[in-house]
């Protein structure tokens, strides 16, 4: 692990292994004028801005070349969001995290005409192809499984996993108690025992390392020497390492390992070996049931292809849970 130093740019991913683009984001010309001019007083002048896509979240996301040759990754979006406080969290979790974590520094936080920006490193890098058979998977794994190393103990004040996750990384008992129609049949005849599996995980949560919450491809890079990186740090718990590690499984699939494929990749990191196959198996069951609760409801504003992303991610987590638990 290193840490990124400096303005780097960040190189275009191949379009077969983007990430999911769930969220519309704003053009740079369409963003509030304060809000640029604000960024421009901030960083000095501005020669162009590049609005990225991908990501779950709307707002303010651009690769920004200064007119003095440096080059910085400015995120933001309005105070008043629902999600503005992620983004704090996400600034105070970047800024304490160890010199040796494989995480972007963070430059500038704070509030501009009303939003609330962070200015960190412009990495050149692409996201990670987590696809059979690619090189990143080994790399991405060795970088997930050593997280632990250099974030244990915590480093944040970050909420008890055992406590956060159990909030949300959850489901069937809420789908139980109304089944929708358009469950699929093994989901429906084992959703009771859905509902019973999905929270036997929750005190093996527990534990004294940063987690970050949020694996997942998009948040994933690779830079042009092979080195795996991890960003977005604005869902931190305090926790035990392998639920960042275990939360590659549902991501592999989706990008077309098989769940015995996903799982073989894990075999040789400790936290995988180490953790109670039924804390895993449970776990799998509590990440399906929240996608597919969250796969019903209501698009937020400004993230329109949010519910179908959660829709395959659910449909890959089942599989997970099917090989599981080896229900008929």
Request: proline share 9%.
């Amino acid at each position: 692990m290193i840490t990124r130093r400096g303005y780097h740019r960040r190189v275009t991913t191949p379009q077969s292994v983007q990430p999911a683009a769930t969220a519309v984001r704003l053009r740079w010309g369409e963003l509030p004028a304060p809000l640029r001019e604000g960024l421009a007083e901030l960083l000095g002048d501005i020669a162009t801005a590049h609005v990225q896509g991908g990501g779950f979240t709307p707002g303010l996301a651009a690769r920004l070349q200064l007119a003095d040759g440096r080059r910085v990754f400015a995120k933001g979006i309005p105070a008043a969001h629902p999600l503005a406080g992620k983004y704090r969290d996400e600034a105070a979790t970047t800024r304490a995290l160890p010199a040796a974590a494989p995480a972007p520094r963070l430059h500038w936080d704070g509030q501009i005409a009303d939003w609330v920006v962070l200015v960190l490193d412009d990495v050149e890098a692409r996201h990670a192809d987590l696809s059979p058979g690619s090189p990143d998977v080994p790399r991405v794994v060795a970088t997930i499984a050593g997280l632990a190393d250099v974030l244990t103990p915590c480093p944040v004040d970050a909420p008890a996993a055992e406590i956060e996750l159990a909030d949300f990384v959850h489901g069937w008992g809420t789908l139980a108690a109304t089944p929708p129609t358009d469950l699929d049949e093994w989901t429906r005849r084992h959703l009771d025992d859905l509902a019973a599996l999905e929270t036997a995980w929750l005190p093996a949560a527990a534990g004294d390392t940063l987690i970050h919450g949020d694996v997942n491809t998009s948040n994933l890079l690779i830079d042009p020497e092979g080195r795996a990186f991890l960003i977005d740090w604005a869902q931190p718990a305090r926790g035990s390492a392998w639920l960042d590690v275990v939360d590659l499984v549902p991501h592999l699939i989706l990008a077309g390992h098989t769940p015995a494929a996903a799982e073989a990749a894990l075999a040789d990191v400790p936290a995988w070996r180490d953790t109670d196959p039924a804390v895993i198996t449970s776990y799998a069951a509590a990440f399906a049931g929240y996608w597919a609760r969250s796969s019903r409801q209501p698009a937020p504003p400004g993230v329109p292809h949010l519910r179908s992303h959660q829709g395959r991610a659910a449909r890959a987590a089942i599989a997970w849970t099917v090989h599981r638990t080896g229900w008929e």
